[in-house]
């Protein structure tokens, strides 16, 4: 399972975005002969991308409190996992379950890259 989610984290980062988009694009360009049709398209899709990276790519961040709450929600989950393993209450299975669903929330809504206001939270 972590071989899988390892090779779906590279894939999404290996992935040209933004500024690395552009840059290709500006050398594809560059490569164009100067009677190309298809130049003036390239060079708006290129100030389209740029516009874009500057507008919302530049101003989206993740919630670090958000994370930090998140991963201590996971810590305690699995803490408790633990003690139904070695104790065999059901209640302790209950309150394992209730803090790694609330961790996992947390995580996928503060570790997201989005727009935030100055507390953090989603625009």
């Known amino acids: 399972m972590a071989g899988l989610g390892g090779i779906l984290l590279q894939r999404r980062y290996n992935r ?18 100067a009677d190309s049709e298809i130049r003036d398209d390239l060079r708006a899709h290129i ?8 507008q919302v790519e530049d101003s989206e961040r993740r919630d670090p409190y958000g994370i930090f709450l998140a991963i201590l929600f996971l810590i305690a989950g699995g803490g408790l996992f633990w003690l139904y ?17 609330f961790g996992l929330v947390g ?17």
């Open 16 to 33: 040209a975005q933004g500024r690395d988009r552009a840059k290709a694009d500006l050398e594809l360009l560059a490569l164009l002969p």
């Open 47 to 54: 100030d389209e991308t740029i516009r874009h990276v500057i």
């Open 85 to 101: 393993a070695v104790r065999g209450a059901w209640w302790l299975a209950v309150a394992a379950g209730f803090f790694v669903f």
């Open 107 to 123: 995580l996928n809504l503060d570790g997201m890259r989005r727009q935030r206001d100055e507390r953090g939270n989603a625009i």
